[in-house]
Each structure stands twice: as structure tokens, then as C-alpha cells.
């Protein structure tokens, strides 16, 4: 049988990887697919490196169009990232007629929508576990394992960057600043860390995974966004004094208002498996109706376990290229005709518990000014402490509250800080149980 054509794009970190892994594990991806794997072109900007990867089977071009318009490739395996010359490649392919394989979740929550309807209309594939947490099967189980399922809620730690600076942070009470220089010496974070620290990232991810899940058309757009600069070490020690850690989560949920699509630090009991997925470890919590909770956990980036993504998609797609359309798992896991654009609803809309830290003088009379500005909004407490002074005469207050809409909250902390005794900003974060 001839064997599956590939034409990468991209010979860095994860193409390196994925050329090494198809070179290694040659003779068992063989066996498993009857029928062999061989990269016949790449492309690349620095050829000297994509030389001493690829050795000399290989053609290479700094040009992506050598490689999508080839008639010797049959899947483009892009790993250029970023939405503006991987977008051209991938839509250059797809009209080529090839298949495309991608770890880029930018150019998928940014455009996944048009992507997929164009690679319908050219009847190939577009396959992209390798698109979120890296090595974790997390896209397979969403678009196939729980198929039988109706999902109804995903937790995700996926940036692995954020989980370490927050891990740090909490076991040595280090501070943000100092524990992202950490990560940007030990090459975790970028040297412009904001995609990771502020949620973009983890965003995009989110919104493939609740597209997956829910059957609807991808929303990275309205996606809640709001990152870990500004969490301070005290907050973090605090959770942990009262039974949470802090993590930076996506979280989607399907409720009968709308779905619930948002990044933010959240306080989660340490009790969960979750709240103990530590260092640059990725971790993806669903609930669905049928199996109840699964998890999902292990390394979300690097380049043999993003390369096993990669070429696990390159071996389904060997199996079904000859398949029917009709036949093949559909891009967002649901019939193309079945996909709902359901509402996202907005943060104000969305329900949780919260975590508030209240700084103010340290006089009779204030912790009932606080809890009665919350019992007015109909804000349950669940457990308040107040820390003492901190500062001259200021105090602490710290209030865990059941239950409620976030506008609730919102008007709550806007009353809070106008009394006369108490010193903006409140800090709020919002908690989870992750219970069902």
C-alpha cells in the first residue's frame, strides 16, 4: 500500500519533534496503520537547522507553497503557529485538496469556523489534538470517548506557564514578579509573557474544547479573559489557609441560559484532583451525565508530547482518508448541520462562589457595614475571618460567600468601597467547587 505523504511546515520545537518521532517510531506507527509514514517535503525559515533535522530524504523549501501545492504530499502538517502565514498555508491546502494537521490553537479559535467550512467543502480532513495540552488526548476523548455523553461542564488547568508561576508562588510565597523572571530563565514563559499570564492563551484552548463539547460554532471572541498578573502572594496564602489553592482555570459550562466560557485565577477546594496538578502540568476536569467526572492530566507542551499529538493525528488520518465524509468524526464533533450558536453569556450573567479580601480600619463597626452591604444583595457568607492589622491601623477582612450572579457581587464591592472606612480596591476571585 503506498504510504502517507507529509509535508510539515514549520522545523522548530514541535516540528523537530514530530520529524524525530516519525523517524523513531517508524516501524510501530507501521504496524498500527498498515501502511508507512514518510515526510517527503518541509518548509522552513532557517534551512540550516531544518537540514540537520530532517537529514537528506527530505526536500526542503523556505517556501510553504513548495509544500501545500505539492503533488507528492498528502497531508500538511502545520507547525508555524501565530494567524497570519500558518492561515494562508492552511486555506492553501485545504484548496489543494490535502489534509491538515495542526497543533495551532490561535489560528483554530480565531478562524477555526471558516477553516472548517472550507475543508468541508473540499471534503479533507483538519485534525488538531495537538492543538490543546499538548500530549493530553483531551480533543479525541471530547470528539469521540464521551460521544454517547451530554457534556455539561469543563475545567481545565491548560497553560502550563501560569500553573507554575501560581505553584511557586504558593510554595515558597515568592511574588508574581519575581517568580515569572524564574520562569522566563528557565524558558517557561516567553520574554513577553502576556499570551500565557494573561489567559489568551488558555482562552483560546477553551473555546475549541466548548465548541467540542457543546456543538457549537467556536466563540474565542467572547471569551472572559482576565489572567494571573495582578494576584498577590497574600491571596494565595489566604486560599490555602482556608482549604483552596488558586489556579488559573478555563471554565465552560452549559446552562439553560446560555454557555459560560471564561479564564480567570479561581480558589478550588485542595481536596480535588485538580487543586494538586502542580509546575507546568496540565490537567482537563469534564463532567458529562452518563460517566460522571473524568480527568484528563499531563504535559501540555513540549516537543515529544505535542509530537505525539501530531502524529496520532497523522495516523487517524491515514486510516480515513479513503473513508467516506460521511463516515468521518465531524470537525466539531457534531454533524455539521447540527451546530447551535448558543449564547455566551456574559461574566455578569455567570454564577459562582467568591473569595473577597477587604482592606479597612481597624474599628467596631465595620465587618457589619461589609456584611450588611452583602446580605442586602442577597450575598450569603459562607466563612468570613478578619486577619487583624496588617498596617498601621488597616485590617483584613476575608469573606467566602456561597453561591451567587456575578452582577450581585459586583454591586456588593462597588458599596463596599464607597464606605468611608473601608480602602479600594477589594480583591475578588471567584471560587468553584467543581462538583458536578
Excluded: W
Excluded at 527530505?58 to 513548495?66: F, G, H, N, P, Q
Excluded at 474599628?363 to 457568607?381: F, K, Q
Amino acid at each position: 500500500m503506498q504510504p502517507i505523504r507529509i509535508g510539515i511546515l514549520g522545523v522548530g520545537t514541535v516540528g523537530g519533534g514530530t520529524v524525530k518521532l516519525l523517524q523513531t517510531n517508524a516501524a510501530e506507527i507501521a504496524r498500527r496503520l498498515g501502511r508507512e509514514v514518510v515526510i517527503t517535503r518541509a518548509a522552513s525559515r532557517n534551512l540550516e537547522r531544518a537540514q540537520r533535522v530532517c537529514g537528506s530524504d527530505i526536500m526542503l523549501s523556505t517556501e510553504v507553497a513548495d509544500v501545500v501545492t505539492s503533488a507528492d504530499v498528502d497531508v500538511v502538517v502545520e507547525l508555524i503557529g501565530g494567524t497570519t502565514v500558518a492561515k494562508d498555508a492552511v486555506v492553501a491546502a485545504i484548496s489543494n485538496g490535502k489534509h491538515v494537521v495542526t497543533a495551532n490553537k490561535k489560528l483554530l479559535a480565531e478562524h477555526g469556523n471558516e477553516i472548517f467550512a472550507l475543508a468541508e467543502q473540499n471534503n479533507v480532513m483538519v485534525m488538531f489534538e495537538a492543538a490543546v495540552a499538548g500530549g493530553i488526548p483531551i480533543i479525541k476523548a471530547l470528539r469521540e470517548g464521551l460521544a454517547a455523553n451530554q457534556i455539561e461542564s469543563i475545567a481545565g488547568i491548560i497553560n502550563g506557564t501560569s500553573n507554575f508561576i501560581l505553584t511557586e508562588m504558593r510554595e515558597h510565597g515568592s511574588a508574581f514578579a519575581d517568580v515569572l523572571k524564574q520562569a522566563q530563565e528557565l524558558g517557561y514563559a516567553e520574554a513577553d509573557p502576556t499570551f500565557d499570564i494573561e489567559g489568551h492563551d488558555a482562552a483560546h484552548k477553551l473555546s475549541i474544547m466548548s465548541a467540542l463539547a457543546f456543538g457549537t460554532p467556536l466563540n474565542f471572541h467572547h471569551c472572559y479573559l482576565e489572567g494571573i498578573s495582578r494576584l498577590e502572594s497574600q491571596d494565595i496564602r489566604y486560599a490555602e489557609e482556608l482549604g483552596y489553592r488558586i489556579k488559573l482555570l478555563g471554565i465552560t459550562r452549559k446552562t439553560a441560559a446560555g454557555i459560560e466560557l471564561r479564564v480567570h485565577p479561581t480558589l478550588i477546594p485542595e481536596v480535588r484532583l485538580l487543586a494538586n496538578v502542580n509546575g507546568v502540568m496540565n490537567a482537563v476536569q469534564v463532567q458529562a451525565d452518563m460517566v460522571g467526572e473524568t480527568l484528563y492530566y499531563g504535559p501540555g507542551a513540549g516537543a515529544a508530547p505535542t509530537a505525539s499529538a501530531v502524529v496520532a493525528d497523522i495516523i487517524d488520518t491515514g486510516r480515513l482518508m479513503g473513508a467516506n465524509a460521511g463516515n468521518r468524526v465531524p470537525y466539531l464533533a457534531f454533524q455539521p448541520t447540527q451546530v447551535q450558536d448558543l449564547p455566551v453569556l456574559p461574566i455578569s450573567e455567570i454564577t459562582s462562589s467568591y473569595y473577597l479580601r477587604v482592606s479597612a480600619q481597624d474599628e467596631p463597626g465595620v465587618l457589619g457595614e461589609v456584611a450588611n452591604i452583602l446580605a442586602a444583595r442577597g450575598v450569603s457568607i459562607e466563612a468570613l475571618i478578619q486577619k487583624g492589622v496588617v498596617c498601621h491601623e488597616t485590617a483584613e477582612i476575608v469573606i467566602l460567600t456561597h453561591s451567587t450572579q456575578e452582577k450581585h457581587i459586583t454591586a456588593a464591592i462597588a458599596e463596599i468601597e464607597a464606605l468611608p472606612r473601608t480602602f479600594a480596591p477589594v480583591t475578588m476571585i471567584r471560587m468553584e467547587s467543581l462538583h458536578g
